[in-house]
């Protein structure tokens, strides 16, 4: 019997008479997957719910967890209206033009909408992910697949970067972004993932490693340069690793909010999470019910997307994680 | 001129490697030192720099207060944060890795989605969660338990409660992915042999899971205690820096020195320092892994 259940997981295999004691093993992991999904996901979800809520409801004591009485206002609040100055927002509102339950956002989101910071998340990560692709591409063929001297000292000069604490980073490349006269631009940063991309460069490396080197050597044979092989051959075969990196890019690019907080000064350069970050110091404290409800918004607007493009690509997630630490 | 056959593959190799290795002299390596040169100097970007050796270094660690505490607050928070993320990573790599039952994908899921959400929404849910007046925590504690009302904010300890909750919270997805995985990787025979010697569940754990599990457990400590160590977003949302600093981790001092003071040669001197402090102990990890650590080779 013990033999039959070697697929299993170790759990389950247990000498036979312990049947009760299997029993138990699976109830604790139902109660764990239960109370895991429980702590992780009632906060995201009374988040998403309290965005809902009508100023009053927000504050209310007991707090509920369902909305009363489903509103739009802080979605109107922080979406629509807050392109409108302050004092057109008074007079729109008292001339009864604007629905009652929206609130003026205040601050530097006059000028600014939620909008256009999707538009600069997302301009942001599709040069970053195509940078990253191509270069750490490139460089993982040559350091898994072509020999030349210094090959090794690379690779783990690449990898040491990492390990680098961003911290003693930070001042002097924003010294030298201000040289280049970048502040304020998106441009320091997409720059890292151009030109460093060490996390991919070593993620290809592993991944094309794992590649026969026949396929290439049968290329080189017939004239192919590296370069016609990379794009031909190698590229072609690692649809899972792009995807892997892709969504590790988009999931670092969009909630990064030290870049866009050191380098973006203008409202109309931000990006999602640097707008919630804002809002969450500009539009009074904690015990201020129109900026909660405005944070909640503009934080469940931040994190659907994000959670809706993990969900669908989850699978790569994992693998690709996974795909690192798993013993060859 | 023509080249080798190898030679050209070698001009290859290094053109391909090319951006790489200027954008890691340009981003990495140049900045590395100019933080350490910089250290030395009192400066504020604008001006010219002063050149005052280790006067940094010597304000830093007798006269003032704030980077002391933030040191402090620091290694406080490491000491719970590292044993307690790796802990409940592991607990709870263990408990699912159980190919019974159904619906473990959504466990999984649920594990890896706080990691996955930005810093700024995590604050805002928990911010809400914590509210002294309408959060969720305080009512469950009047309601259920009769107690009294908490700020949470007010008192430094409280303050470092609510950033080390969250973290974890947070940080539990990052160190169950990597021992999940490795979990993973034990080969079955290990198992077969041991249930053909009748060992039972916890001889299994002890003996065969968690000896194999080291190399695993050893990389996500090395990572976990390198990404905490770096933790920023999140103090600085939760709490600002907490009470009078208590929970302003160094990352955060940095950059209030940095960007709020103007005194770019002494957060130079405070990175630095803190520099110095993660690869000591990365390399101290580093050293002794061979004691505890087990590679199957």
């Known amino acids: ?328 | 001129m023509k080249l080798s056959y190898r030679k050209k593959n070698y001009l290859y190799g290094y053109l391909f490697v090319l951006l790489p290795l200027i954008g890691t002299a340009v981003l990495y390596v140049y900045p590395l030192l100019m933080s350490l040169f910089n250290s030395f100097f009192q400066w504020n970007a604008i001006n010219p720099r002063h050149f005052i050796g280790l006067e940094n270094y010597e304000w830093m660690f007798t006269k003032d207060k704030q980077v002391l505490i933030s040191f402090k607050a620091t290694l406080t928070y490491l000491a719970f944060h590292v044993p307690l993320v790796i802990g409940f990573g592991l607990f709870f790599a263990l408990i699912l890795n159980n190919k019974r039952l159904r619906g473990l994908w959504m466990a999984r899921t649920a594990i890896i989605t706080p990691l996955v959400t930005a810093p700024v929404a995590v604050a805002a849910i928990w911010l809400y969660v914590f509210n002294p007046n309408v959060g969720l925590l305080n009512t469950i504690i009047l309601e259920w338990f009769g107690g009294e009302k908490i700020n949470w904010f007010s008192k430094p300890a409280h303050a470092m409660f609510v950033v080390m909750v969250v973290s974890i919270w947070r940080g539990m997805g990052y160190s169950f992915i990597f021992l999940f995985a490795g979990l993973q990787s034990i080969p079955t025979e290990f198992y077969e042999a041991a249930a053909l010697d009748g060992a039972s569940g916890a001889q299994r754990l002890r003996r065969i899971t968690l000896p194999l599990l080291t190399p695993t457990i050893f990389l996500v400590l090395v990572l976990v205690f390198i990404g905490a160590a770096q933790e920023f977003e999140l103090p600085l949302l939760l709490t600002g820096g907490g009470p009078r600093f208590a929970t302003s981790l160094v990352n955060l001092t940095i950059y209030r020195i940095a960007f709020q003071y103007g005194e770019m040669g002494y957060a130079s001197s405070v990175a630095t320092i803190t520099f110095f402090f993660l690869l000591g102990v990365t390399a101290f990890q580093f050293v002794m892994q061979k004691k505890w650590v087990n590679y199957m080779e």
């Open chain 1, 1 to 328: 019997m013990a033999v039959k259940n070697a697929e299993h997981s170790y759990i389950t295999r247990i000498e036979s008479n312990s049947r009760f004691l299997r029993m138990l093993r699976d109830v604790a992991g139902y109660v764990s997957i239960a109370l895991i999904c429980a702590v992780i996901v009632l906060p995201f979800c009374w988040m998403g719910l309290s965005s809902f809520k009508s100023r009053a409801e927000l504050f209310e004591y007991p707090p509920t967890f369902l909305p009363g009485r489903w509103t739009l206002g802080n979605y109107l609040s922080l979406f629509v209206y807050s392109r409108i100055p302050g004092k057109e927002f008074r007079d729109l509102k008292t001339a009864g033009k604007i629905p009652e339950d929206v609130w003026p956002t205040a601050g530097a989101f006059n000028e600014s909408t939620m909008f256009q910071s999707y538009a600069n998340v997302i301009k942001i990560f599709a040069f970053s992910v195509v940078g990253v692709i191509i270069v750490g591409g490139l460089a993982g063929y040559s350091l898994a697949k072509i020999k030349f001297p210094g090959r090794e000292t690379i690779m783990l000069l690449l990898i040491a970067t990492i390990m680098i604490p961003w911290m003693v980073l930070l001042l002097p490349q924003y010294l030298l972004f201000r040289d280049l006269g970048w502040i304020n631009t998106h441009l320091p940063l997409i720059a890292p993932s151009l030109l460093g991309s060490a996390f991919s460069a070593f993620f290809f490396r592993q991944h094309f490693r794992t590649i026969p080197n026949e396929i290439i050597e049968s290329g080189l044979m017939d004239g192919a340069t590296h370069w016609r092989i990379f794009w031909s051959l190698m590229m072609p075969l690692s649809k899972a690793v792009m995807a892997t990196i892709f969504l590790f890019t988009l999931m670092s690019k969009w909630n990064e909010l030290i870049g866009p907080l050191v380098y973006l000064q203008n409202p109309k350069k931000f990006t999602p999470v640097l707008v919630i970050y804002y809002l969450m110091r500009a539009v009074g404290n904690e015990n201020d019910p129109t900026a909660t409800g405005l944070r909640l918004a503009a934080a469940t607007a931040s994190v659907v997307p994000i959670i809706i493009t993990f969900l669908l690509g989850q699978k790569y997630f994992v693998a690709g994680i996974t795909q690192g630490s798993v013993k060859q």
